[in-house]
Nanobody, 119 residues
Framework: QVQLVESGGGLVQPGGSLKLSCRTS???????????MGWYRQAPGKERELVAAMTSGGSTNYADSVKGRFTVSRDNAKRAAYLQMNSLQPEDTAVYYC??????????WGQGTQVTVSS
């Protein structure tokens, strides 16, 4: 079964850090290598927005609101993507969704993981 499995969300105080993980399942290596992976988030009452992404060539793209605080990375051996989030602020509170884009299928989405930044 092809799917994305996310982990790593939780409750953190302002200024704290979290690392989200997104592991692929059922994806062959050649498809993983050619894909773009990244993260969106959706806060209550707001549109889903792109947070960060990394192409197969290693190019990255970040939302202006997270530049300098968040880092997207990939582990090709584990066929996984990660989002390191530092200096978290209450406005970062949202459900974070991992995604996987390749030419072989429609976009895959993870199940979502809640990140809450609060004192």
């Amino acid at each position: 079964q092809v799917q994305l499995v996310e982990s790593g969300g939780g409750l953190v105080q302002p200024g704290g850090s979290l690392k989200l993980s997104c592991r692929t399942s059922g994806i062959i290596l050649s498809e993983y290598w050619s894909a773009t992976m990244g993260w969106y988030r959706q806060a209550p009452g707001k549109e889903r927005e792109l947070v960060a992404a990394m192409t197969s060539g290693g190019s990255t793209n970040y939302a202006d609101s997270v530049k300098g605080r968040f880092t997207v990375s990939r582990d090709n051996a584990k066929r996984a993507a990660y989002l390191q989030m530092n200096s978290l602020q209450p406005e970062d509170t949202a459900v974070y969704y991992c995604y996987f884009d390749s030419q072989s299928r429609r976009r895959l989405w993870g199940q979502g993981t809640q990140v809450t930044v609060s004192s």
